[in-house]
């Protein structure tokens, strides 16, 4: 892994020096789980008042078949692995692009693999993320030669950051970015199947 620090460090530092400045705080120590495996899975779960499991299954279904595995940033290996109305069960293997910089000029981005799986019950379901790992885009590395890693590798708080909980520079859009790219999946998920969503209320100052 010293090369590939190496490599990506090198790449990701003219993106980064033009990068708007964000609120860093909700991507640091924890904001990336691991299991009793050390294992990263993302996790949550929601209630879905008055749906049945069948109505929750078909929502979530349309919606990962959709949004998802067919689209914008969707590729080639995208599908269900699962799919067990009965069971409540729901899985898709997503191969998708994840874009650190998309303007007209320039675009920089990585390839993303990931595991959904909902697990689905009247009036409530969870949703995992899981199995994760990158393939840097080919033509961002010298020789067109990819660098693969996983969420293991690369995105923990043991390797993207400092032992003063700043974030690693090599490391940091990859877990900045994972992590919304999370966010916006659960979202999507919990918005199909008409979840309650909780918002965290913020006071102004007149």
Same mark, same amino acid.
């Given at each position: 892994?010293?090369? #590939? +620090?190496? $490599? =990506?460090?090198?790449?990701?530092?003219?993106?980064?020096?033009?990068?708007?400045?964000? &609120? !860093?705080?909700?991507?640091?120590?924890?904001?990336?789980?691991?299991?009793?495996?050390?294992?990263?899975?993302?996790?949550?779960?929601?209630?879905?008042?008055?749906?049945?499991?069948?109505?929750?299954?078909?929502?979530?279904?349309?919606?990962? #078949? +959709?949004? $998802? =595995?067919?689209?914008?940033?969707?590729?080639?290996?995208?599908?269900?692995?699962?799919? &067990? !109305?009965?069971?409540?069960?729901?899985?898709?293997?997503?191969?998708?692009?994840?874009?650190?910089?998309?303007?007209?000029?320039?675009?920089?981005?990585?390839?993303?693999?990931?595991?959904?799986?909902?697990?689905?019950?009247?009036?409530?379901?969870?949703?995992?993320?899981?199995?994760?790992?990158?393939?840097?885009?080919?033509?961002?590395?010298?020789?067109?030669?990819?660098?693969?890693?996983?969420?293991?590798?690369?995105?923990?708080?043991?390797?993207?950051?400092?032992?003063?909980?700043?974030?690693?520079?090599?490391?940091?859009?990859?877990?900045?970015?994972?992590?919304?790219?999370?966010?916006?999946?659960?979202?999507?998920?919990?918005?199909?199947?008409?979840?309650?969503?909780?918002?965290?209320?913020?006071?102004?100052?007149?």
């Amino acid at each position: 892994m010293k090369i #590939q +620090n190496l $490599i =990506l460090a090198m790449l990701l530092c003219p993106m980064l020096a033009v990068a708007q400045k964000i &609120d !860093e705080s909700k991507y640091l120590a924890g904001a990336v789980p691991q299991n009793e495996l050390g294992v990263v899975v993302f996790q949550n779960s929601y209630e879905v008042p008055g749906k049945t499991k069948s109505e929750i299954y078909l929502a979530l279904k349309e919606y990962t #078949q +959709n949004d $998802i =595995l067919k689209g914008p940033n969707a590729l080639t290996q995208c599908r269900f692995v699962e799919q &067990d !109305e009965d069971a409540g069960l729901l899985a898709a293997r997503v191969d998708e692009n994840l874009y650190f910089t998309r303007k007209a000029w320039v675009s920089h981005k990585t390839r993303f693999f990931y595991e959904l799986i909902y697990n689905i019950s009247d009036e409530k379901f969870d949703v995992e993320m899981r199995r994760l790992h990158y393939l840097y885009d080919e033509q961002e590395t010298p020789n067109s030669k990819p660098l693969s890693f996983t969420a293991e590798e690369w995105i923990t708080d043991k390797e993207a950051l400092t032992k003063k909980g700043k974030m690693l520079r090599r490391a940091k859009n990859f877990r900045i970015y994972t992590i919304d790219r999370k966010n916006e999946v659960f979202r999507g998920a919990a918005k199909a199947a008409g979840a309650k969503i909780k918002t965290k209320m913020v006071e102004v100052e007149e």
